[in-house]
T-cell receptor, first 119, second 112 residues
Framework: ETGVTQTPRHLVMGMTNKKSLKCEQH?????MYWYKQSAKKPLELMFV???????ENNSVPSRFSPECPNSSHLFLHLHTLQPEDSALYLC??????????????????FGPGTRLTVT | KNEVEQSPQNLTAQEGEFITINCSYS?????LHWLQQHPGGGIVSLFM???GKKKHGRLIATINIQEKHSSLHITASHPRDSAVYIC??????????????FGTGTRLAVRP
């Protein structure tokens, strides 16, 4: 496998279920991201991990719980979701510098996404 | 008002036409990204630029930092260019990890 992979590609879950989304990157990158894309809305950043440390939580509800056990894997644990959480969830990775307060940006590589439907 | 605005929202062109998609942003940025999203959701990074102009094949991206404006041009458009094109601004002065703010996207359809 190359690039950024996500599993599952499609997920239907009830509001009381608990499920997890998985992202794996094979690019040797040290930063990983979760994004949410709802219908007719811009992509929204959810979480950023850099060197396995969470550096950004974009006011995401606690029913979404990220986990980054190592630089290659990123999970998004889901529990007691709402129908409005139905969306395309995208993972991305990039090779970041480790200097805080840097003034540069890096190309991000996206996974194919998980289409989530909450019933 | 979104910090990143794109126009037009929808664009239909005839094969071979020259296409321009515009992006304006209101925040200070370290870079501006152009992304392409095909039906099914996959996103590909096309360009990342902080000044001037970049070219890749039939695609050209320009940015004017003073005017906070960027354009994506497609020359000799082809039906396979049909996709959603998204611009995203990377904020200045942030801590490690890139925080992108996205436009709503421009849906392009190129007819044969």
């Amino acid at each position: 496998e190359t690039g950024v992979t996500q599993t599952p590609r499609h997920l239907v879950m009830g509001m009381t279920n608990k499920k997890s989304l998985k992202c794996e990157q094979h690019l040797g990158h040290n930063a990983m991201y979760w994004y949410k894309q709802s219908a007719k809305k811009p992509l929204e950043l959810m979480f950023v991990y850099n060197f396995k440390e969470q550096t950004e939580n974009n006011s995401v509800p606690s029913r979404f719980s990220p986990e980054c056990p190592n630089s290659s894997h990123l999970f998004l644990h889901l529990h007691t979701l709402q129908p409005e959480d139905s969306a395309l969830y995208l993972c991305a990775s990039s090779q970041e510098g480790s200097v805080v307060g840097r003034y540069s940006s890096y190309e991000q590589y996206f996974g194919p996404g998980t289409r989530l439907t909450v019933t | 008002k979104n910090e990143v605005e794109q126009s037009p929202q929808n664009l239909t062109a005839q094969e071979g036409e020259f296409i321009t998609i515009n992006c304006s942003y209101s925040v200070g940025i370290s870079a501006l990204h152009w992304l392409q999203q095909h039906p099914g959701g996959g996103i590909v990074s096309l360009f990342m630029l902080s000044s001037g102009k970049k070219k890749h094949g039939r695609l050209i991206a320009t940015i004017n930092i003073q005017e906070k404006h960027s354009s994506l041009h497609i020359t000799a458009s082809h039906p396979r260019d049909s996709a959603v094109y998204i611009c995203a601004a990377s904020a200045l002065g942030k801590s490690s990890g890139d925080k992108l703010t996205f436009g709503t996207g421009t849906r392009l359809a190129v007819r044969p």
